[in-house]
């Protein structure tokens, strides 16, 4: 198993020159393994209407719930938008050089890996993003809907996604607009 929450970048794209230390994980390994694995912040991913099942008795000032569901649609209720993201890439920004991030969603593979991924995106080349993020998480499938609004938050006219789509494991194999 990798180091828990192993530094993936240098930090110099960072406000706070924070080096990308974090670990992508289920909902059910952050309930059980979170006051080990000590997080100094947290990401939380779960639909609207889901209750919170995460690491009870958390700092919540040190807390993103981000409330969206894994879809591909973007019409259907609840769907991730560009505001989801623009809101995790503030609380990304407030992060301090020592902070260690835990984000979760219900199975740790799909909707925490596109925001690991698109996190990464921001400090690494998207190729090196999407290597990072598959050899830091094996069962990483971001979800395709998450990324294309990564890839247009970042200005990245489609490369997040070609670079997933390089990848076996990737759930980026069908187009999103």
């Known amino acids: 198993m990798p180091e828990l929450f ?11 020159k924070w080096p990308g230390a974090m670990l992508v ?33 958390f700092d919540q000032s040190r807390q993103l719930h981000a409330r969206f569901e894994d ?3 973007p019409t259907t209720p609840g769907a991730p938008t560009l505001a989801d993201i ?13 902070a ?15 925001v690991a991924l698109g996190i990464l995106a921001r400090s690494l080349s998207v190729d090196k993003a999407g290597q990072t993020i598959f050899r830091a998480c094996a069962n990483a499938a971001p979800n395709p809907l998450l990324v294309a609004l990564w890839d ?3 200005g990245l006219d489609g490369k997040l996604i ?5 990848f ?4 980026l194999r069908r187009a999103v607009a």
């Open 25 to 57: 994980c289920s909902q059910t390994e952050a309930r059980r393994n979170g006051a080990e694995w000590a997080p100094t912040h947290i990401i939380s991913i779960y639909g609207p209407q889901s209750r919170y099942l995460g690491l009870p008795d």
């Open 86 to 98: 623009e809101a995790i890439i503030a609380f990304v920004d407030g992060l301090p050089r020592d």
């Open 6 to 16: 192993a530094a993936l970048t240098d930090g110099s794209n960072h406000p706070h």
């Open 168 to 171: 076996p494991t990737a759930g």
């Open 162 to 166: 070609k670079a997933g789509r390089k």
């Open 71 to 73: 879809t591909l649609d």
């Open 100 to 114: 260690r991030l835990m984000i979760h969603c219900l199975q740790g593979s799909t909707r925490a890996a596109a």
């Open 152 to 154: 247009r938050a970042l």
